[in-house]
C-alpha cells in the first residue's frame, strides 16, 4: 500500500524576477536580454501577455496617444493602421515583439504574486504566488502597472440586480445588446469610446455622468500605403514622424504648467461642445467646471454627438440605489434596465490594491505602513528600505500629457544601471536612501504648485486626501534626463554575511527545501 504525497512546490532561483507581462515588463526583459543578462524570468497573473491592451477589449477601445509614440523606440513598427491605433493592434503589436524577443520561455503564466519578502541574511527576494511558485531572486522588478484592477462602485443594491452586469475591463462579447435597455456608469477614458459604439445598437442608453470631461477632437486620418512603405524603406523617415510627434504631446504640457493658457483652451473647447450638441442644456451638463487638464483630457469625435441620438440620455442625479430590475436616482425616479455598464476605471492607489500584498523590506518595513499617508519613491523607480526592488510607472511617473512607454524606457535603462552598479561594487544589494527619496518628493510637491494638478479637482492622480501621487509635474525629457545614469551618492550598497546556494532553475522541491534552510528561509 502505497501513500500519496502532495507534489511540494518548486522553488526558482533568478537574478531578476520580474512582476507582470505588459508594456512595461516585456521592456524590462528585452532591456535585460540586449545587456546579456539571461537569468530572468516574468511572472504574469494572467494567461497571456498585453496586460491594459489584453484585458480592455470593448467595443471602440483604442490608444488615446499616437500609434508611433506608444511603442517601443528599439522595436519600431512601420505599418500601424492609424494615427490612433485601435486595441487589437496594439496588443498584436505585443504579442509579435514576444514573439520576435522569444520571451515565452522566460514567462510563468497564472501566477499572480502574493508576497514578496527581502531576506536580509541573503541578499535575496523570497517572492510566492498564487499558483503556489517560489521564486528566489536578486532584483525583482514590480511592473504591473497602475491599471490591472477594475473599480467597482460601492453603491447600494448593486449585488442585488437581477440584469447584467458587466465592468469595461470584462467585457461580454457573448451578451447581445441589441435593443436593451441600457445604464453606462461613469464617463472617463473608457466610456467616451464603448458609449458612441454602443448607442445605435441598444434599445435605450442612460449614461450616468458624476462629472464632464474636457474632450478634444481626436485625429483619426489612416495611414497610407504609401506612408507605410516609406516608413519601412526609408527608416529615419519614421524617427522623423516619431520625433515630431513627441514634440507635439510635449508642447501640451505648458497649458498645464500655466493654468492662464489652459483657460484660453477651455473657450475653445466649450465652442466646440456647443457646436457637437444640440441641446444647449446639455452642453451646459456636458461642459467641465473645472481647469481644462485638471483631470485627464480625453479625445473622441465621436462622443459629444452620441448624446443627439434619442435613445441615449445623460443623466446627472446622483445614483441612490439599485434595485433588483433598475437604478434608483436621489429624486427618486427609477429607471428599469437589462445591463449595467461599470465604465469606473481602475484601482490606481498601490496602497488600495495591494492591501492584502504582502510587501516586507528590510527591518519588517512594509509599504502597507511606510505608504500610509501616500505612496513614494525615488522617481517612481526605487523605495527606501526596499533594496535591490524596482518599480515602472511608480509614484510621480505618471502623465497627463505623452507616452508613457517614453517613461518605461528611461526607467527600464536605470534598473539596468543599477543592477550593473551592485555588480560593479561587489555588493548584494542597493538601497535607495530615505533622505533622497525626501528630497525627490519635495520636489515634486513643489513643481505642482501653481499647475493645472493642483487647481482644486479630484482625479485618480490623487489619493482619498487629495494627494497627488501620480503625476510626473515636468518634461519627459526631464526625466529622461535625470534618470540617465546613478548617482551613487543617493543610495547605500549593502553586502550579506551569508550568501545564497545557487542552482538552476527548476531546481526539485526536496533540494529547494534544504537551499532554503540553509538560506534562513523567507522571513
Known amino acids: ?124 527576494w523570497v517572492i510566492k504566488t498564487a499558483g503556489g511558485e517560489t521564486i528566489m531572486a536578486r532584483h525583482w522588478v514590480l511592473a504591473s502597472g497602475p491599471l490591472h484592477v477594475p473599480a467597482f462602485p460601492d453603491i447600494q443594491g448593486l449585488d442585488t440586480f437581477q440584469g447584467k452586469v458587466m465592468h469595461s475591463a470584462q467585457w461580454d462579447h457573448g451578451y447581445d445588446l441589441k435593443g436593451k435597455r441600457v445604464a453606462s456608469l461613469g464617463t472617463g477614458g473608457s466610456a467616451i469610446q464603448y458609449v458612441p459604439e454602443i448607442a445605435p445598437k441598444v434599445g435605450q442608453l442612460h449614461v450616468f455622468q458624476r462629472t464632464p470631461a474636457w474632450v478634444i477632437p481626436r485625429d483619426e486620418r489612416s495611414y497610407s ?44 473647447l466649450k465652442k466646440f461642445i456647443a457646436y457637437q450638441v444640440k441641446d444647449p442644456a446639455l452642453v451646459k451638463k456636458l461642459t467641465p467646471d473645472y481647469t481644462l487638464g485638471c483631470k485627464r483630457i480625453l479625445i473622441s469625435n465621436k462622443w459629444y454627438p452620441a448624446f443627439n441620438r434619442p435613445n441615449v440620455e445623460l443623466v446627472t442625479d446622483a445614483i441612490s440605489h439599485f434595485t433588483e430590475t433598475g437604478i434608483v436616482t436621489k429624486d427618486g425616479r427609477e429607471r428599469k434596465l437589462d445591463c449595467v455598464i461599470l465604465g469606473t476605471g481602475f484601482v490606481v492607489d498601490p496602497r488600495i490594491y495591494m492591501k492584502s500584498f504582502e510587501l516586507r523590506g528590510l527591518n519588517g518595513h512594509t509599504v502597507q505602513e511606510d505608504w500610509k499617508v501616500s505612496p513614494t519613491s525615488y522617481y517612481g523607480i526605487t523605495t527606501a528600505n526596499y533594496p535591490n526592488m524596482y518599480q515602472l510607472v511608480g509614484p510621480h511617473t505618471g502623465l497627463g500629457h505623452n507616452s508613457i512607454i517614453f517613461m518605461i524606457e528611461a526607467q527600464v535603462n536605470y534598473i539596468i544601471e543599477c543592477i550593473k552598479l551592485v555588480k560593479r561594487k561587489n555588493a548584494d544589494w542597493i538601497d535607495v536612501k530615505p533622505q533622497a527619496m525626501q528630497r525627490f518628493l519635495g520636489e515634486m510637491t513643489q513643481s505642482l504648485k501653481g499647475t493645472v494638478w493642483s487647481s482644486g479637482c479630484k482625479s485618480w492622480y490623487q489619493t482619498a486626501d487629495g494627494i497627488n501621487f501620480a503625476i510626473w509635474p515636468k518634461s519627459t525629457w526631464r526625466y529622461w534626463l535625470e534618470t540617465r545614469s546613478v548617482k551613487e551618492a543617493d543610495y547605500v550598497f549593502g553586502k550579506c554575511k551569508a550568501h545564497a546556494v545557487t542552482g538552476a532553475i527548476g531546481t526539485p522541491a526536496g533540494l529547494a527545501g534544504q537551499a532554503m534552510a540553509r538560506m534562513g528561509g523567507p522571513r
Open 1 to 124: 500500500m502505497t501513500t500519496a504525497h502532495a507534489a511540494a512546490p518548486v522553488v526558482y532561483q533568478v537574478e531578476v524576477a520580474i512582476a507582470g507581462a505588459g508594456f512595461g515588463g516585456l521592456a524590462m526583459a528585452i532591456q535585460l536580454q540586449k545587456h546579456g543578462m539571461n537569468d530572468f524570468l516574468i511572472l504574469e497573473k494572467a494567461g497571456e501577455v498585453g496586460g491594459a491592451w489584453r484585458d480592455n477589449h470593448y467595443p471602440g477601445a483604442a490608444c488615446d496617444v499616437q500609434s508611433h509614440m506608444y511603442s517601443y523606440s528599439f522595436e519600431k513598427k512601420s505599418d500601424w493602421t492609424k494615427r490612433y491605433a485601435p486595441w487589437h493592434e496594439i496588443q498584436q503589436y505585443i504579442l509579435d515583439t514576444v514573439k520576435k524577443h522569444n520571451l515565452r520561455p522566460k514567462i510563468h503564466f497564472n501566477q499572480e504574486v502574493v508576497s514578496a519578502v527581502f531576506n536580509e541574511g541573503t541578499g535575496r
Open 225 to 268: 500605403g504609401l506612408r507605410k512603405a516609406m516608413f519601412k524603406a526609408l527608416p529615419f523617415t519614421q524617427t522623423l514622424h516619431r520625433w515630431r510627434c513627441y514634440w507635439t504631446n510635449e508642447s501640451r504640457l505648458w497649458p498645464i504648467l500655466n493654468p492662464w493658457m489652459a483657460r484660453i483652451g477651455e473657450g475653445l
